[in-house]
């Protein structure tokens, strides 16, 4: 842990891989440090209930497998700056590179700020050939400059315990396609690969998403381009959205595509209510978010500023869920609350 006021810069651009890695049992406490990787699998490695807090994490010349932050079980990382991510390559890292990529249980990623990335997911939940991962909550995170999907819960098995993702940000995601593979352009991916014991639910509330999906500028064709991607194929898992609000913006695409729902071409199970959806253009379609909510512009303060204005139609119109208590900016929330990340 750094001293208050101090500059605890570990590692570099060009220097060690890992500027910070956890080869111990876990349980240590890392804090106040500037952590900066480098090269091929670069980025800061943690063990098993290691707790993250305050940190700012850079890994400008970074490409996977890896992140540049990674956390197993029982992993904190709370109030963490992670920015300036395979920015050194104009196409951004490959496919398999991250900003953060956790597997494992009992998970908890919480205030952290990510942006200025160039990879390719900012939160990424996986492990190939693992069974689901549960007791995971991710909320109050502001996440922006993606080029996959803003969180990406690939490997979960919600029938074993929660899944939670409230009160985040996500904004200008979906950005653009890894060079060497495509793949979703979404606020929030939830695939479901790892095998799930029983059916079970993911909850996903109180989340603010603007700009999901700038690739469909790139590729008006793309149809796995949209706020939320749930694939067809994913066995045992119910989608559960409450009290969310998705904008999105014109794209090259918009009249080509759904850009509130997509799954490459099936859409899984889905519910919930209380959502609000809106774009600025028309899409091909509005089904299924009809079923879950309404279409309304949200107002938001600025382009920039998610705070909702006077007279917003998400003012007042959502309802209790998940025991929450508090809003992004730890405001206390109203009763009723209001929808998205925000009162």
């Known amino acids: ?40 699998n670069g980025g800061a490695l943690f063990n098993a209930y290691d707790r993250v807090v305050g940190n700012e994490i850079t890994c400008p010349d970074c490409w996977g497998p890896a992140g540049a932050v990674m956390g197993g079980d029982g992993f904190i990382l709370y109030g963490n700056i992670v920015h300036n991510v395979s920015t050194l390559d104009p196409g951004g890292s490959n496919k398999t590179y991250h900003a953060v990529y956790v597997t494992g249980n009992n998970i908890e990623i919480a205030w952290n700020r990510i942006y200025n990335t160039k990879a390719y997911n900012g939160i990424q939940i996986n492990h190939d050939h693992s069974p689901g991962f549960y007791n995971q909550s991710y909320h109050d995170n502001d996440i922006a400059d993606v080029n996959g999907s803003g969180i ?114 099936s859409i899984g199970t889905v519910s919930g209510s209380n959502n609000l959806w809106f774009s600025e253009r028309a899409p091909r379609s509005t089904a299924p978010a009809t ?30 869920f998940g025991g929450l208590k508090s809003d992004h900016d730890a405001a206390p929330r109203g009763k009723p609350p209001a929808i998205g990340a925000f009162e």
């Open 1 to 40: 842990m750094a001293r208050p006021g101090a500059s605890v810069h570990l590692g570099g651009t060009g220097r060690a891989m890992a500027p910070i890695r956890d080869h111990s049992n876990g349980y240590n406490v890392v804090s106040g440090l500037i952590l900066t990787g480098s090269g091929p």
């Open 152 to 265: 990406n819960l690939s490997t979960i098995d919600p029938s074993s315990g929660y899944v939670r993702v409230y009160n985040n940000v996500i904004h200008h995601v979906g950005v653009a396609m890894a060079p060497d593979s495509p793949g979703p352009h979404s606020c929030l991916a939830i695939k479901g690969y790892g095998s799930a014991t029983a059916a079970g639910t993911v909850d996903i509330y109180n989340n603010t998403m603007v700009d999901c999906s700038s690739y469909l500028n790139t590729n008006p064709s793309d149809d796995s381009s949209c706020a939320v991607l749930v694939p067809g194929k994913q066995l045992n898992v119910t989608t559960r959205l409450v009290n969310n609000i998705v904008y999105q913006p014109v794209y090259a695409g918009t009249a080509k595509q759904n850009v509130y729902f997509c799954g490459g071409g």
């Open 291 to 320: 079923s879950y909510g309404t279409i309304a512009n949200p107002r938001f303060v600025s382009p920039t500023d998610y705070h909702l204005v006077g007279g917003s139609p998400a003012i007042g119109a959502g309802i209790p």
